[in-house]
T-cell receptor
Framework: AQSVTQLDSQVPVFEEAPVELRCNYS??????LFWYVQYPNQGLQLLLK??????LVKGINGFEAEFNKSQTSFHLRKPSVHISDTAEYFC???????????FGSGTKLNVKP | DGGITQSPKYLFRKEGQNVTLSCEQN?????MYWYRQDPGQGLRLIYY???????QKGDIAEGYSVSREKKESFPLTVTSAQKNPTAFYLC?????????????FGPGTRLTVT
């Protein structure tokens, strides 16, 4: 079975500072990768996804992620965060041959003024 | 607008009672999923269905049951056999198959059992 590891459960950061949320996955086959955001008591919204091609993927709200196959990582970055980015972020994997999605345990981003 | 609806937003039940959570989608997606979310544990798959009248157990199916009689509906029943039913439940849908289609999520139902 595939697994997804989000190395940081909480990340505090000041407004306008850069941030990186880390995600590693275990898989012996190629995968599709996703980042979702969840605001309190809401469902998950897709931020971005990696399918193939360029390893740098741009998403909504100024987020981007870089796929690194050799390190099996898919870290999420934003050069300058806003208070409104305070939320929980989930990394997810879907294998080519699977109809199931595997989610990390989430990283809570807390942006301070 | 297309999307997924879950009702109710908050649900309270007494221990020992079965409860059914509603999930409806108008995205014309074949695949639907139920997840349970607990603090610090991410999303855990309860059941999923790739097509009408067919569904598979996920990682934590014990104490839950589902049905898929219509493409747009995938209700989840939390039975009295579920030992710790208090949680946030999320329904999702997707286009199945080998392509990289993402999941679309509903707003969730917070179930509290006392």
């Amino acid at each position: 079975a595939q697994s997804v590891t989000q190395l940081d459960s909480q990340v505090p950061v000041f407004e306008e500072a850069p941030v990186e949320l880390r995600c590693n996955y275990s898989s012996s086959v190629s995968v599709y990768l996703f980042w979702y955001v969840q605001y309190p008591n809401q469902g998950l919204q897709l931020l971005l996804k990696y399918l193939s091609g360029s390893t740098l993927v741009k998403g909504i709200n100024g987020f981007e992620a870089e796929f690194n196959k050799s390190q099996t990582s898919f870290h999420l970055r934003k050069p300058s965060v806003h208070i409104s980015d305070t939320a929980e972020y989930f990394c997810a994997v879907r294998g080519y041959n699977f109809n199931k999605f595997y989610f990390g345990s989430g990283t809570k981003l807390n942006v301070k003024p | 607008d297309g999307g997924i609806t879950q009702s109710p937003k908050y649900l309270f039940r007494k221990e020992g009672q079965n409860v059914t959570l509603s999930c409806e989608q108008n995205l014309n997606h074949d695949a639907m999923y139920w997840y349970r979310q607990d603090p610090g544990q991410g999303l855990r798959l309860i059941y999923y269905s790739q097509i009408v009248n067919d569904f598979q157990k996920g990682d934590i199916a014990e104490g839950y049951s589902v049905s898929r009689e219509k493409k747009e509906s995938f209700p989840l029943t939390v039975t009295s056999a579920q030992k710790n039913p208090t949680a946030f439940y999320l329904c999702a849908s997707s286009i199945p198959g080998r392509d990289a289609y993402e999941q679309y999520f509903g707003p969730g139902t917070r179930l509290t059992v006392t």
